[in-house]
């Protein structure tokens, strides 16, 4: 190679295919890579024939996730085969431990096709595992909050049973509810599940 | 207790010895405190015990030889001392295929070899035809069920490289494809073939022991270095799987065994479909046609334990033959060298025991490991290294 060669296609503008299954985390993968400048991004969410989508698009990078059993159909590009380019999985260099086991943790896994520099492939797995771990924190997020309201409704029940059958307003009730989670070393929620549960079988 | 064990495994009923083991309270009772975990991949178990995350696990017997000769991936090195399963994989064909190879069979249904010419005729009309070539899926690259696949029908004179779309499809994926028609054919483990059956949308044509009458499925894999620093936890791990796959292998037992591997959290699938496979007696067609087996899954009996490096020497000539790598003498050590026997002994304290069995497959010489390049040359059809 000379000079005067221009770097490799991929070294341009690496053309990233992302295979999730999950439309919310490839889209907030998506906007990770654009926002750090790769402009030339695919979704698939689709596992339909999905080698031949990506034989057709012909990426740099594959990016998946390690919940997807799909990767097993990647694989097949390993193999010797009329396919345009053999990609290398990520996992075969492994000088770099901390961030494959990084990629592990966060659920993602990246084949990568020849021509890519190694500090460019790293940046882009940092933002796939940072993005990843980002969307595992909103689930998280989004869980719990779900939770918080599924308690909110027993405890409003459980305050409404005491409401009637023992004349309180809706503060004593809330109260009583309190000391006795306190009392108990239990949470308030799981005393208003109590409550619930006594008055069903008192039916 | 020992530290924490992490095994991964597919939910295949070949995995039965493992899960038998930790759920009977085989591994507990040798003192180990083992966290079986459930993958959606062969790709995520291999990686997962590559890089330390499992100390063990279920895999499928080619990719413990491909990893330990670092072919198609990064190299390190596995061993395994106990043999999960001997067969357990059947060909479905959908109604459609079903039908044109009944048409066109010329001898016994259930021999390979007219089933597998009868294929080649169905593919030479197709072509006349200008029909799209036939699609036949199987589990992975390295896997037997690509290997069982290919033997049979070249030898019927299909190349599966050039006359037929041969394409990898997880497991879980099989029956959704045949029904669509996106296959016409796969090679899979149970319970797969026989939920294709059920739905109507599949005909089991034949029982992978049809093709083989002795072939390492799947394996206990253990990373070598691990496996070295660890020699007492290996013996204790395979003593446990060695008692798990005697208490399936007695017919008694069995309704309980399917029962313990039909929970949500292993295989996941009807305690009944299990049993079927358990005792090799599978309904073949929607119709309900019944076909049984001694051999279709052996998972302790007839010495199915035991690792036979002739079973991974048969292994690594088909890798040759398919042109997944070259052959060489000393590759071929190393893939002797996974399979490994004197662990499975020293877990059952006994000395060396008997000869190993014939792969016995239904064309070409027998397999003899100290001529692969003779045995390969007797095969009209392979595919030249590219």
Known sequence: MTAEQPPPKAEQAPKIVIVDESPIRAAILEEGLREAGYSSVVRISEMQSLLARIYALDPDIIVIDLENPSRDILEQMFQVSRAVRRPIAMFVDQSDAASIQASVDAGVSAYIVDGLKKERIKSILDLCVSRFNAFAKLQDELDRTKMALEERKVIDRAKGILMKLKGLTEEEAYVLLRSTAMREKKKIGEIAQSILTASELLK | ?386
């Open chain 2, 1 to 386: 207790m020992t530290a924490p064990l992490h095994i991964g495994f597919i939910p295949l009923v070949d995995a039965a010895a493992l899960i038998i083991a930790v759920d009977k309270g085989y591994t507990e009772a040798e003192g180990l405190d083992v966290n079986l975990v459930r993958e959606v991949s062969w790709s995520n178990v291999r990686d997962k015990l590559n890089i330390g995350l499992f100390e063990a696990a279920h895999l499928l017997a080619p990719v413990a030889i491909a990893s330990s000769l670092g072919i198609g991936h990064v190299k390190v090195p596995i061993v395994a001392p106990f043999n999960l399963g001997i067969n357990g994989n059947a060909i479905t064909v959908s109604p459609a295929l079903h039908a044109a190879i009944m048409a066109e069979i010329d001898g016994d249904r259930f021999d390979p070899m007219a089933t597998a010419r009868a294929l080649a005729r169905v593919v030479a009309a197709r072509r006349e035809s200008g029909a799209e070539p036939l699609t036949f899926a199987m589990t992975f690259p390295f896997s037997t069920h690509n290997y069982q696949l290919r033997f049979w029908m070249a030898a019927g004179g299909v190349d599966p490289d050039e006359d037929v779309r041969l394409v990898v499809l997880p497991p879980p994926f099989m029956v959704e494809s045949l029904e669509n028609g996106h296959v016409d054919g796969f090679c899979v483990g149970a319970p797969w073939n026989s939920i294709a059956v059920d739905r109507g949308v599949g005909h089991i044509l034949h029982f992978a022991a049809d093709v083989l009458v002795h072939a390492a499925e799947k394996v206990l894999a253990i990373r070598q270095g691990w496996a070295e620093k660890n020699p007492d936890v290996v013996v204790r791990l395979t003593r446990a799987a060695i008692r798990a796959a005697e208490f399936i292998e007695q017919p008694g037992n069995r309704a309980e065994a399917a029962r313990m591997l039909a929970r949500p959290e292993r295989i996941g699938v009807e305690a009944e479909v299990i049993q079927r496979t358990l005792d090799g007696r599978l309904k073949i067609s929607p119709d309900g046609t019944i076909r049984e087996s001694a051999r279709y899954l052996l998972i302790g009996r007839e010495g199915a334990g035991r690792p036979d490096p002739v079973q991974a020497a048969w292994l690594y000539s088909q890798m040759v033959r398919w042109a997944q790598t070259t052959v060489s003498e000393e590759a071929l050590k190393a893939a002797m060298a996974v399979f490994r026997p004197d662990l499975y002994d020293a877990a059952l304290g006994v000395a060396a025991r008997p000869a190993s069995r014939p792969v016995g497959a239904f064309d070409g010489p027998e397999f003899d490991p100290r001529d692969i390049a003779g045995y390969l040359a007797s095969f009209k059809i392979f595919r030249r290294p590219v």
